[in-house]
């Protein structure tokens, strides 16, 4: 998310994975690789000796394992409460974007979307469990206008089986886009969101708020995965939508009730990790060397042209890359998930076996997003509490809290540098752990689990290098200078 830290440059705002000055990693970047390389090792063969798979759970049966304990319910006013407060939020954000201060650091838009929102809301998910799915503020729009229109959004279509997560992966596609290189200001946001609201509501009418939110609506996926890490789960009674009763269970257990179903769905996850990969490589001066180094002389040999008009096309490489990277990321998988095969001797399809899989990197992209964005959350979440004063930057201090002193949250690039070794090398062996479950349930012999586990401990080691390869390029190289000509 560095672009999206860039906006608040205006503001002293620190960026989201890098840093303004030139950090010297405290030893060769080498050195944290094999460490980390041999903390995975480690861990799985403690998880290969100790591990056994539990027994596994359908989501029909959910509600009555064992391992489940009710701690309360969600109903009424509680529930009409979080709603409002959940569709006002998007009404604010919408509104002060076209009738606010043009200013980010004073303006609640940006702010209350970008860093409360998408990361705050998210990092809490993994936590509280999807709440999200209850309060969405487009499906409670749907809700509330389903109390004047009873069947306002009854499925006119049926929703195509074949479709199903590929309208999402779309609009995540478009999400990481908008935010990498739309240079969104408060105005251009309210707009996006006035135009995603509009999708979801015309998407909803048409094949049904059900499907919709389930398989169209990306947010609704995005935190319907971070919050099967969480230890907390929301039940519906009965299948209402007006009461849940809220649930605790053993953490990351959502991630081994079921396999992710369908390819979209594993290319949603993949697009998740190779995102955020992207995002912290696509400005550092190895990425951009390879095309003005590599693509542009090529480029300028066979076509001519001056170097004015290939800027361009430098973008569109970008925005290319972007798009092709999670199917890159899937052949990468794919591959390992053959030799997995080989190596357990398994009958199973490669198809369902990447699919029983799947589940299990989710903790590795959740963890990914986090140590790279964590640091703009510090910086600029705490001041929506004197935002929320003031939400359209006109001199307003309606809750008294406008002109409290409240410093960003920085921490000093050290810390930052090993909290990220720390938090992908945990999402790692978390992933380490569930994949050895899965095939202990698919391969049901042990060693044949283990043999097939080597492969998967592999790209583990590989994800984990590659993320903090990504990481240290921004640390190591400082700012981006001009190549030398070449």
Known sequence: MSSLAALWLCTGAAWGHSFGTVYNLPVPFWMYAYGAAAALVVSFALVAYFASAPPAVTTAHAAESPGRRSIGTLRGGWLLALRLASVCGLVLTIVAGFIGSRNTAININMTLFWVVFALGFYYLTALIGDLYAIVNPWRSLCEFIERLVPRAFQPRVRYPEGLAYYPALALYMAYIWIELFAHTQPRSLAVILLVYTAINLLAAIVVGKEAWFKYGEFFAVTFRLAGLLAPVEYVAESGSNRVFRIRLRAPFVGLLERPAGHL??????????????????????????????????????????????????????????????????????????????????????????????????????????????????????????RMISDPFGFGWNLFGTARLDVDSVIIDAGSVWHTQVGLILLGHIIGVYLAHVVALRTFTNPRRAVLSQLPMLLLMVLFTTMGLWILSLPIAAGQVVQPPAT
């Open 264 to 385: 979209s769905l594993l290319l949603f996850v993949l697009f998740s990790l190779s995102s955020t990969a992207f995002d912290g490589l696509h400005e550092t001066l190895p990425w951009v060397e390879i095309f003005w180094k590599s693509i542009y002389p090529m480029l300028v040999a066979s076509f001519g042209r001056t170097y004015l008009f290939w800027i361009d096309f430098f973008y569109y490489w970008q925005w290319a890359m972007l798009v092709v990277s999670p199917f890159a990321y899937l052949a990468i998988y794919m591959f390992f998930i053959w030799i997995a095969k080989v190596a357990a001797g398994c009958a199973a399809s490669l198809r369902a076996l990447s699919l029983d899989f799947a589940l299990a990197l989710v903790p590795i992209a959740f963890v990914y997003n986090v140590t790279h964005y964590y640091t703009l959350l510090a910086s600029q979440g705490v001041k929506v509490v």
